[in-house]
Structures are given as C-alpha cells and as structure tokens.
C-alpha cells in the first residue's frame, strides 16, 4: 500500500511532434496516467490549479482522492506546491 504522505506527480508533457500537450500524473504507487487534449504548457497549468481537484474529487471512492492535498507540480524543472 502506498504511503499516505507521498504525492502525486503532475508532469506537463508535448507531443513529439509539439502539436498537442499532456500532463503525466504519476501516483505514489508507481501507476501513471495521461490526461491529454491541452493546447499548451500555461493551459496544463492553469488546468493544474483551478480544475485538478474537481477531477480527482470525480474518481469517486477512489483511494488516490487522499493525496490531493499534497500534489506536487513540475513545470520547467521548478518544483511548487498546489493546495
């Protein structure tokens, strides 16, 4: 079981090709998701912090809903918390 003070990670992501950009969300398990369909690096994050809570509040009874207070953000190599 994964430990309850460990953060998931949301990476934002492009494309090979810089047509479209993801976010890479990496759980304290080790399981990672995409969550696709973004214009642009200032579009992830502004999706980061005004919509992720809804988000993971919609996965429902899903264990992982715990550690969103912990989320941790990376955006260009500097590391900032989302509360």
């Not at 976010?23 to 502004?46: A, Y």
Request: proline share 5%; charged share 25%; hydrophobic share 35%.
């Amino acid at each position: 079981m994964a430990n309850l003070s460990s953060k998931p990670v949301m990476k934002p992501r492009s494309l090979k090709d810089g047509s479209a950009w993801y976010i890479e969300l990496t759980w304290p398990d080790g399981q990672v998701e995409h969550i696709d369909s973004f214009q642009s690096e200032s579009e992830i994050n502004d999706w980061i912090f005004r919509k992720s809570d809804a988000w993971l509040n919609a996965r429902g009874n899903d264990p992982t809903n715990c550690y969103r207070k912990n989320l941790i953000v990376i955006s260009g190599g500097i590391f900032s918390s989302a509360f």
